[in-house]
């Protein structure tokens, strides 16, 4: 027995401490090849269009984005397109900063150079392009782990608490969803660079040395390519100097040794450069703003929003957190100056993030923006657990952990399964807390988009009312149908005349219009009502269906809208009827097909009758 635990001290004492960055690494490598990828891929919303500067340079050569819709349509659902294209004086630019890209390039190239070699899809977005910018995270994660275990050994942090709090980190925060499923946005990526830029920038003012100014420049300028408000990291340096004395000294010194500053300076600029060019090369000028119609507002900052609501509240979807700030009990009484210093830089980044127009950062998992910053809490942590006087602090933190963990893999798996929504409030926070249940699936999802679809079908009502209709499509389904077998066609359950459609989980979409552009009156747009009538035999909750119009050509559908089934109004056995009024412009073509029909997403069966278009 005493063999083993010398054995098992051997091993955990040396090999596991030693290399605990590169294992929790693997583990998250493991884990994103298998469970990660959100609709099979990693490239996804804003991370389209970071990811759009390499394919529009090196496979399209179009930085137009021209072939946005190819991709698209081709690898994505209609409800997951993102625009990132932005009309500046009639030229096209990418909305995105180019920091990302940057950082991928190297991944990107391998992944194109294995495809051309092993004969997969060159397009840029195939899934080996996918796996690489999973890949990417995973590296990048493993740079910024790394440099927060130098990080932590300055500040006297020992190895064990140092591998606790990266374990926590990354296992009981918002880190292991924006590395395993949102693997293309900025935060993972950020995260290292500010991390390192930390480290490097500390070692500096620590022994003065120049390859350390070099590389703090060079992740400075990797840090505002990335997002250009995180320039703010620079006023973290009067507490990564420690007092100051230091800061004075160490300031007048890099003026002195001048040579230092103006090679640091062009590092620096040789990086952030990289986004005038390519503004240049989009739209004609070297400095534009993308973001149109948006911005900061700094007489308005939502600080108690960002850091307690039930939207995207910091310490609500984050709670461990809340304990890092027990750091600044033993950071005051090591050294007060660092404590104010370190609070002042949090506060300042907190009233930056929360006077952004969307506070809340769009539909994401918890509170996206801080995690850039993460590597102040992973200092806090560090204090608070190296903190001899109180004990209980160090324990109660050791103690919550399991819990933090377990809650936050809860929430990663109820956001991937469309149970915690982007938009929540009190009620639906405490409805759905810790429920994995599959009832909950999407649950909040429907119910806001059946909001937002009767407030989007009040407007479209609207515009129909002085309208009157030029030509009516009707479908009773009694002719022959020879697109239907037989079996879906039902003779028993009707609403007029003799037959319906019966639709199942093996037959879910119904027979329905469809029709070429070139045979409506008006070829310039659609604008339609339509109506049907569904029978719904029991269980609402379970036989949901979907009035669909679409349009399409050979490539795929470019416009889609639909009008779900609300279960609260369905009358069972009995007939119901459902409508939709769309409207759709810039049609590509008249050979373009427009179809109209009912899509069925239930677990049963329904029957469809009496489809009714009007065409305006």
Known sequence: MKEFKKIFGIIFNGYIIKYATFLIVVLMLFYTWQHGRYNGNYINSDGKGYYAYLTAIFIYQDLDYNFVDDYEMKYYAPESYFHFKSNIKGEIANITFAGIAVLLLPFFLAAHVGSMVMGYPTDGYAPLYQYAVGFAAIFYLFLALWGLKKLLEIYGVGKYNTVFIQVLLVFATPIYYYTTVDASFTHVYSFAMITLFFYYAKRYLMDFRAKHLYLAFLLLGFITLIRPTNLMVLAALPFLAGSWPVLKDRFIGLFKAYKKLIIGGIIFSAVVFIQPLLYYAQVGD???????????????????????????????????????????????????????SLLLYMLLFTYIISSWWSWWYGMSFGHRAFLDHYAVFGILFGMALTDAKTKAIRYLIYLIMPFMIWMNMIQVYQFKNWILYWDMNEEMYWRVFLK?????????????????????????????????????????????????????????????????????????????????????????????????????????????????????????????????????????????????????????????????????????????????????
């Open 286 to 340: 070297f400095f534009v703003w993308t973001y149109t119609g948006v911005g900061f507002n700094f007489a308005d900052p939502h600080i108690m929003g960002v850091l307690f609501s039930y939207k995207k509240g910091l310490f609500l979807y984050t709670p461990v957190l809340i304990f890092s700030l027990l750091g600044f009990i033993h950071m005051f009484r090591r050294n007060a100056y660092e404590a104010i």
């Open 436 to 616: 994995t249940d599959e009832s909950y699936n999407g649950m909040l999802w429907r119910e806001a988009k059946l909001k937002e679809q009767e407030k989007q079908q009040q407007i479209m009502e609207s515009k129909f009312k002085d309208l009157v209709s030029d030509n009516t499509y009707e479908d009773n389904f009694e002719r022959d149908l020879p697109d239907v077998d037989e079996y879906y066609v039902e003779n028993d359950i009707f609403r007029s005349e003799n037959t319906s459609i019966r639709l199942t989980s093996r037959y879910q979409y119904s027979h329905g219009l469809k029709t070429r552009i070139e045979n409506l009156a008006d070829t310039s747009r659609v604008l339609i009502k339509a109506s049907v009538w569904v029978y719904v035999p029991e269980f609402p909750d379970m036989n949901t269906f979907s009035l669909i119009v679409s349009i399409e050509n050979e490539q795929g559908t470019y416009h889609y809208h639909g009008v779900d089934s609300r279960s609260d109004e369905i009358k069972t056995a009995g007939w119901n009827e459902i409508e939709i009024a769309s409207e759709a412009h810039n049609l590509k073509s008249t050979d373009d097909i427009l179809k109209v029909y009912v899509w069925y997403t239930g677990n049963h069966e329904i029957y469809v009758d009496d489809l009714k278009v009007e065409f305006y």
